[in-house]
């Protein structure tokens, strides 16, 4: 099995910074895309921010300029750095991941089970 596992959702003042980790396990043949998405309370899910495999970054209007996706493909590991928080980025933050397992043919997105992040004074 291929599981996500997200950490560093915390409680932060406005202004402050926050780092999230996504980390991917299992029986893993090849990563290709990675991305963050959050929910914010009474709000659908959106995207946030997406990452290839080659490095290419992709981001919402709404964190362009304060966040920054990277991984490191040794590791198996997405990163989200988030500064100049509001409140409004309130949500909980899921990371999401296209993976080629060992015993598939095909790519399966997955998805980690969320970090919350609660941004107020």
């Known amino acids: 099995q291929v599981q996500l596992v997200e950490s560093g959702g915390d409680l932060v003042q406005p202004g402050g910074s926050l780092r999230l980790s996504c980390a991917a396990s299992?029986?893993?043949?090849?990563?290709?895309?990675m991305g963050w998405y959050r929910q914010p309370p009474g709000k659908e899910r959106e995207l946030v921010a997406t990452i290839t495999s080659g490095g290419s970054t992709n981001y919402a209007d709404s964190v362009k300029g304060r966040f920054t996706i990277s991984r490191d493909n040794a590791k198996n590991t997405v990163y989200l750095q988030m500064n100049s928080l509001k409140p409004e980025d309130t949500a909980v933050y899921y990371c999401?991941?296209?993976?080629?397992?060992?015993?598939?043919?095909?790519?399966?997105?997955?998805w980690g089970k969320g970090t919350l992040v609660t941004v107020s004074s």
């Open positions: 299992g029986s893993i043949f090849s990563i290709n895309a």
């Open positions: 999401n991941a296209v993976i080629l397992t060992r015993a598939n043919l095909r790519y399966i997105t997955y």
